[in-house]
């Protein structure tokens, strides 16, 4: 088990294109990491240049305290699963997992115990004696992977592995990959496009767009507090609903107006937005599940956050029904609950919104503007669960070989 560091990291091309820039990220013992971001961003070429298949421009890349810049991929001691299972169709399940082990001259008594160990883990060990063409896809990617644990690396490197197959098994194996870093304490590297694998995976998340990082954190902080308007776009499904417009600064409190749409902001946002100038261009941002049926509300109603929606389509999910629908000339989606199906066939809906999961964003920025101190700030959480995983393993690990 090993950290990763990569210190100021970029990767420019010979024609001049930039496909990472200025990349900092410190990943601790034991930390199950995804880069997660669209096609195109540099999460690929990140890991690749972790891996040592893509020479980094400028920078350090640390691995278990070592500077491995000019070390060759075969040395950095990690393991890398890619998008494609790349078995040896004329090979056994043993004979593919134990391949890497019998070029490196491991005796064979080793090679069976680690074969051996990894089956185990993976549930393959009635599967030994099969070819690749005689399992499943998700079979076909746990050999990918036995491949790699038998190795016994500081850190796993994982490319899109996923990606190939069918909704059902990207479920399973998500659950697998996530019982195999229960059960081996070991750094492992993630890249995904998929925003599901990353928050369902994650100790953290890293968030790329155009070769930066938008942000860093837990799943949770990551799509309660996105830092940026991307990330609140990118994060959640659906998105996060935006609107433009203007902060208005009255008697002291501030208020957001996005043409005949204005809502009051609440008191934690206040004090974030004490210096902002009136009139400042901003984007007003909620998520679906913030927007609650006036009529479905108990008691008295804040009138100051209640905006009147013209219905539109409308799609059915069984637990939530998510409306489309609009507000002086802004669109947005809306989770109501499948009791109320009938306010799709009225003119106008009235909603109440949940100003304590609402954000404000600098348009000109980008930047999220109303994060609280303390969430921006806390960046121990993390790290101390996952000392405390680590050391759970520890103990059950004895408790195994007693």
Not at 79 to 86: C, E, L, T, W
Not at 107 to 135: F, H, T, W, Y
């Amino acid at each position: 088990m090993a950290g990763v560091t990569l210190e100021n990291i970029w990767k420019v091309y010979d024609n001049g294109y930039e496909a990472v820039k200025n990349f900092n990220l410190d990943i601790i013992n034991g930390e199950f990491l995804v880069l997660v971001g669209p096609s195109g961003c540099g999460k690929s070429t990140t890991l690749r240049m972790v891996a040592g298949l893509e020479n980094n421009s400028k920078g350090k890349i640390i691995i278990d305290g070592k500077v491995v810049n000019d070390t060759a991929p075969k040395d950095r001691d990690i393991a890398m699963v890619f998008q494609n299972y790349a078995l040896y169709p004329h090979m056994s399940v043993y004979k593919n997992m134990a391949f890497g082990l019998k070029l490196r001259k491991f005796p064979k008594e080793e090679i069976d115990r680690r074969v051996e160990n990894a089956s185990k883990i993976l549930g393959l060990d009635e599967l030994l004696a099969r070819k690749p063409s005689q399992l499943s896809g998700g079979q076909r990617q746990r050999v990918a992977m036995g491949r790699a644990i038998v190795r016994e690396p500081k850190v796993f490197l994982f490319d899109e592995p996923l990606s190939n197959l069918d909704a059902k098994m990207r479920v399973e194996m998500r659950k697998e990959i996530l019982m195999l870093h229960e059960r081996i304490d070991t750094t492992m590297i993630y890249v995904t496009h998929d925003q599901v694998e990353a928050m369902t995976l994650g100790d953290r998340i890293c968030v790329m767009n155009v070769g930066v990082i938008e942000q860093v954190g837990e799943p949770r902080i990551i799509f309660d507090y996105p830092a940026t308007l991307f990330v609140a776009k990118f994060i959640g499904t659906p998105p996060m609903n935006l609107f433009e417009g203007v902060l208005v600064k009255s008697g002291g409190v501030y208020s957001f107006a996005g043409g005949d749409f204005e809502v009051k902001l609440p008191d934690h946002m206040q004090e974030l937005l004490k210096d902002k100038e009136n009139g400042m261009d901003v984007v007003f941002g909620v998520r679906p599940r913030a927007f609650t049926l006036k009529e479905a509300v108990e008691g008295d109603v804040d009138t100051s956050v209640v905006i009147t929606g013209k219905p539109g389509i409308s799609e059915m999910l069984g637990e939530e029904i998510l409306l489309h629908a609009s507000c002086a000339g802004h669109d947005f989606i809306a989770s109501v609950e499948p009791k109320y199906e009938y306010v799709l066939k009225q003119d106008f809906v009235e909603f109440v919104i949940n100003m304590e999961l609402a954000h404000i964003f600098d348009k000109k920025t980008s930047r999220n503007i109303t994060i609280p101190h303390q969430v921006a700030t806390d960046t121990t959480l993390w790290s101390k669960r996952i000392a405390e995983r680590s050391e759970r393993r520890r103990k059950n690990f004895k408790k195994e070989k007693v």
